[in-house]
């Protein structure tokens, strides 16, 4: 099966300006999430959709962040505006609802994620 | 949500067995134990996981112990592939919260 595809690969953007962030998860898969990844650390949750709805978005900066999935297929991320600090690599998984033991279980699938440098 | 404890850092030799430790004294009774490695520039791939039986596949063994507060991801034969960052991470029955934490760096000696 194809895997989770992810562009731009690279993008380096000026503090202020916007960037968009584009995922296609794995076909079939209702379940997608988007982690932000600074260098040395582990990736962070920013939201979790379940088809097109949000599941999760506690960790998301919604002053400048946002992020959607209108069709419950692919999804955008987007910074607007961007800071120093959002330098990082922004990581697009999916995973099926169900998995063998049921629910919940199945194992996310990600992408290589979009590495943006901000100066 | 359940928090997990694992060494920053480790080292084995090209061929040896590894036994990568994680501690997660507050995992819940319906918590999975789930393990992803991520080589470096790539995104995290699943390795694992399981809740209360030890587990075997293709790429490793997990090995939980009898009250469930501690698990280890065994790699039968290290090879300079296995190189990689080593993720333990609980999940909850509803699916929602899947949080890495900062993982531990094995670096596999030729």
């Known amino acids: 099966e194809a895997g989770v595809a992810q562009s731009p690969r690279y993008k380096i953007i000026e503090k202020r300006q916007s960037v968009a962030f584009w995922c296609n998860p794995i076909?079939?898969?209702?379940?997608l999430y988007w982690y932000q990844q600074i260098l040395g650390q582990g990736p962070k949750l920013l939201i979790q959709?379940?088809?097109?709805?949000?599941?999760?978005d506690s960790q998301l900066p919604k002053d400048r962040f946002s992020a959607e999935r209108l069709k419950g297929v692919d999804s955008t991320l987007k910074i607007q505006p961007a800071k120093l600090e959002d330098s990082a690599v922004y990581l697009c998984?999916?995973?099926?609802?169900?998995?063998?033991?049921?629910?919940?279980?199945?194992?996310?699938?990600f992408g290589n994620g979009t590495r943006l440098t901000v100066t | 949500d359940a928090k997990t404890t694992q060494p920053n850092s480790m080292e084995s030799n090209e061929e040896e067995p590894v036994h990568l430790p994680c501690n997660h004294s507050?995992?819940?009774?319906?918590?999975?134990i789930h393990w992803y490695r991520q080589l470096p520039s790539q995104g995290p791939e699943y390795v694992i996981h399981?809740?209360?039986s030890n587990v075997n596949n293709r790429m490793a063994s997990l090995a939980i112990a009898e009250d469930r507060k501690s698990s280890t991801l065994i790699l039968h034969r290290a090879t300079l592939r296995d190189a990689a960052v080593y993720y333990c991470?609980?999940?909850?029955?509803?699916?929602?919260?899947?949080?890495f934490g900062t993982g531990t760096s094995l670096t596999v000696i030729p």
């Open positions: 998984a999916s995973s099926s609802r169900m998995g063998q033991e049921g629910a919940y279980n199945s194992p996310l699938h």
């Open positions: 076909s079939g898969h209702a379940t």
């Open positions: 959709f379940q088809n097109n709805g949000v599941v999760d």
């Open positions: 507050t995992i819940s009774g319906t918590d999975y």
């Open positions: 399981g809740l209360t």
């Open positions: 991470i609980l999940r909850d029955n509803t699916g929602n919260q899947f949080y």
